[in-house]
């Protein structure tokens, strides 16, 4: 039986340059969000009656043959071996070695609009002087903050929304 930490640290013994760990990252990312949203496909991948070469068709199609050999063969043996399910826990593990790898840690930024490359770059360079790792950006927009920007990075949050700022008001008025 593989289990995923070791599948993830063989993974990483094959993909030694960090551009090539978060383009594979990145990849079955899109993949895991794909097959949430299309169940159909999750239902193909994982019968046990389809051979092997229909599913890897099928992964071609969904990412339009943008699909590096190294995400289409982990994702082969993942469905082969029958432990594809795991595709989370695998991205997980892949993202805690490569944070411990690079002296790397992820940046979950969430403002109401937009913002742009140049506050994004400004972002991740004071994270990464507080934090005094690279920071990998993970930005989301969310219209229902209003305003603002919310930081989550490894243990920190940090609310600068104008929602927060709202309910905080709206906390104190009712007390």
């Known amino acids: 039986m593989v289990h995923i930490r070791q599948l993830a640290l063989a993974v990483f013994e094959i993909t030694k340059k960090e551009a090539e760990i ?3 990252i990145s990849q079955l990312e899109e993949l895991n969000f794909r097959l949430g949203v299309e169940k159909k496909y999750r239902l193909f991948l994982f019968d046990p009656r389809r051979p092997l070469f229909e599913k890897q068709i099928l992964i071609k199609r969904i990412f339009k043959n943008k699909i590096s050999n190294h995400v289409l063969n982990l994702i082969s043996l993942l ?7 795991n595709l989370n826990q695998l991205i997980n593990q892949l993202k805690k070695i490569r944070n411990q790898k690079f ?7 969430i403002s109401a609009l937009p913002l742009t490359n140049e506050e994004e ?3 991740q360079r004071l994270i990464g002087e507080k934090l005094n790792k690279k920071i ?3 930005p989301e927009i969310k ?22 700022k709202l309910d905080k008001l709206e906390e104190t008025l009712i007390i």
Do not use: M, Y
Not at 103 to 109: C, H, V
Not at 143 to 164: C, R, T, Y
């Open 136 to 138: 990998i950006l993970r």
């Open 143 to 164: 219209p229902e903050i209003l305003a603002g920007l919310v930081i989550q990075a490894e243990d920190n949050l940090i609310d600068l929304s104008f929602k927060n």
């Open 121 to 123: 770059k400004e972002i």
């Open 79 to 85: 469905i082969e071996k029958n432990i594809s399910t």
């Open 22 to 24: 978060q383009q594979l």
């Open 103 to 109: 002296n790397s840690a992820e940046a979950k930024i």
